[in-house]
């Protein structure tokens, strides 16, 4: 079983909608909780941050962790087909070389 | 602009051939990290340095060297004992090593044939 699991997708949705992603994962020393977007050709870009149980809001996107659930989810609201991309989950333990743990990412493609 | 230079963008050698990936920031980040992505797999931890003149192996650092003898510097060489090198190569950075998030640069694309 992998330590952090992500629906592969794709995942189609119509522009405007409300789109939820999400990651579960084992470890349950992970404090750190990021998202990525990353393009065709392109590195990932940082769009949440998060540190332990919670949601965190900016722009259309809401990052949401439940620690006891071991599940965390991002919210794209009002989708843009500018948001078609792969999203990455990752994950980190607190401490000196804590290494990220990524998820292996949802293709998402929002239509016209 | 501050950020994390991947160069090149497309990388084209024959089996039997070293290649080494340029990886600059000017973020003045302490600690750099070399990763690997294919297809269905998701990203995997080659080497990482958290300090100048240091580096630490991580998951997968079979067939690749490194070297960190600048503070802006982490290049990565691909040796002819990697097996299945052709892949998308990133590089990435952060403030310090403990919990700041990754920053990555845009990858290097490397085929082997």
């Known amino acids: 079983q992998k330590e952090v699991e992500q629906d592969p997708g794709p995942l189609s949705v119509p522009e405007g909608a409300i789109v939820s992603l999400n990651c579960t994962y084992s470890?349950?020393?992970?404090?750190?909780f990021m998202w990525y977007r990353q393009y065709s050709r392109k590195g990932p870009e940082l769009l949440m941050y998060?540190?332990?149980?919670g949601n965190k809001e900016d722009g259309r996107f809401t990052a949401q962790v439940d620690k006891s659930s071991k599940y965390i989810s991002l919210f794209i609201r009002d989708s843009q087909p500018s948001d078609s991309a792969t999203y990455l989950c990752?994950?980190?333990?607190?401490?000196?070389?804590?290494?990220?743990?990524f998820g292996t990412g949802t293709r998402l493609q929002v239509t016209l | 602009d501050g950020g994390i230079t991947q160069s090149p963008k497309y990388l084209f050698r024959k089996e039997g051939q070293n290649v080494t990936l340029s990886c600059e920031q000017n973020?003045?980040?302490?600690?750099m990290y070399w990763y690997r992505q294919d297809p269905g797999q998701g990203l995997r931890l080659i080497y990482y340095?958290?300090?100048?003149?240091?580096?630490q192996k991580g998951d997968i650092a079979e067939g690749y060297s490194v070297s960190r003898e600048k503070k802006e510097s982490f290049p990565l060489t691909v040796t002819s004992a990697q097996k299945n090198p052709t892949a998308f190569y990133l590089c990435?950075?952060?403030?310090?090593?403990?919990?700041?998030?990754?920053?990555f640069g845009n990858g290097t694309r490397l085929t082997v044939t």
């Open positions: 998060t540190y332990s149980s």
């Open positions: 990752a994950m980190s333990e607190t401490g000196t070389a804590s290494k990220l743990t």
């Open positions: 340095s958290q300090i100048v003149n240091d580096f």
């Open positions: 973020l003045n980040h302490d600690a």
């Open positions: 990435a950075s952060r403030l310090d090593s403990r919990s700041s998030p990754l920053h």
């Open positions: 470890n349950s020393a992970f404090q750190y």
